[in-house]
């Protein structure tokens, strides 16, 4: 039996068909990638000579193309540009050595306080009394002589009740505005008075007597700015404070002289001073040696 092995399609069966085996898709070669293209360099214009700056800045370099999705680029990446620091301090076109030094000094008197915040805060100045010499208070010595001449109250001791001196025969005082006086022991009479009599508050004399005891009135210290009191004779005499401290003055100092008491205002607190005084001097002498001068009294004029 002969079979047909024709290669040729026959046309005259139009019912039958031939699949065509498909064939493989040949390799495609890849493509070289096009050459990048310098780009054209920009036009300057030379700028007049009056207009140029004193510092050039470098020329901006032509930009590269960036290269083709999907293509090979053998050119080396583009160089980026740092970020330029921030200086916190003003700069002034400076070089980079001399704006260092600048931000290390600043550095310094940012942390120092301004003046404005110095002169906000208060100022307490300390009392005069904490600047004094070192002196004994009452109730360390018993008396004072010329071994211990000087005890010191403390501010309290100074400003409350009233200051006894007893076993006097006269007081002189220095008040305010150096008005000065002077008054002898016992009932106050006109006639015994030198000088003038200073009134504190409460119509109280700022030193006087009751009976035989001299007296001052703590509460107004600060009137006073000094006080002296002579003993009677051959007496010792003593001084007390609220709290019961107290300090004897000896009646005799030596052979020939005795001690006054002299009590002397220092800010807030009195200072009391053994003064030796040689016998025979008058009251007036004595006063005067320590510097006090009686004021004129004014003749009484009416109404």
């Known amino acids: 039996m002969a079979v047909n092995r024709s290669s040729a399609v026959r046309t005259d069966l139009p019912f039958l068909s031939r699949r065509v085996k498909p064939r493989a898709a040949a390799p495609v070669a890849p493509q070289a990638a096009p050459a990048p293209q310098a780009a054209p360099a920009p036009r300057t214009t030379p700028a007049p000579a009056a207009a140029a700056p004193r510092t050039s800045a470098p020329a901006a370099r032509p930009a590269t193309p960036a290269p083709a999705p999907g ?29 260092a030094a600048s931000s290390r000094a600043a550095a310094p008197a940012a942390s120092r306080p301004t003046s404005s915040s110095r002169a906000a805060e208060p100022v307490r100045a300390e ?7 070192p002196a004994p208070g009452m109730g360390e010595l018993r008396s004072l002589d010329r071994q211990n001449p000087v005890v010191r109250l403390t501010p309290m001791e100074s400003a409350v009740g009233s200051l006894v001196v007893a076993g006097t025969v006269r007081a002189v005082w220095e008040g305010p505005g150096y008005s000065t006086g002077s008054v002898s022991a016992g009932e106050f009479r006109p006639e015994d008075l030198d000088g003038v009599m200073v009134q504190a508050p409460g119509n109280r004399p700022l030193v006087g007597y009751e009976d035989d005891l001299a007296l001052i009135p703590l509460r107004h210290v600060r009137m006073l ?13 003593s001084v007390g404070v609220y709290n019961g401290k107290s300090v004897t003055i000896p009646a005799q100092a030596g052979h020939r ?3 006054a008491l002299s009590v002397i205002r220092v800010d807030d607190v009195l200072e009391l001073r053994a003064e030796e005084l040689p016998y025979g001097m008058e009251f007036k002498a004595i006063w005067e040696a320590f510097g006090f001068t009686m004021t004129t ?7």
Do not use: C, D, I, T
């Open 127 to 133: 009392p005069l009394h904490n600047r004094l010499f």
């Open 71 to 99: 293509s090979l680029s053998l050119s080396p990446p583009p160089r980026q540009q740092p970020a330029p620091s921030v200086s916190p301090s003003l700069s002034l076109g400076l070089s980079p050595n001399a704006e």
């Open 297 to 303: 009294r004014l003749p009484y004029q009416g109404r």
């Open 257 to 259: 002289s005795y001690y």
């Open 225 to 237: 700015r000094r006080a002296l009191f002579f003993p009677k004779p051959k007496q010792p005499m």
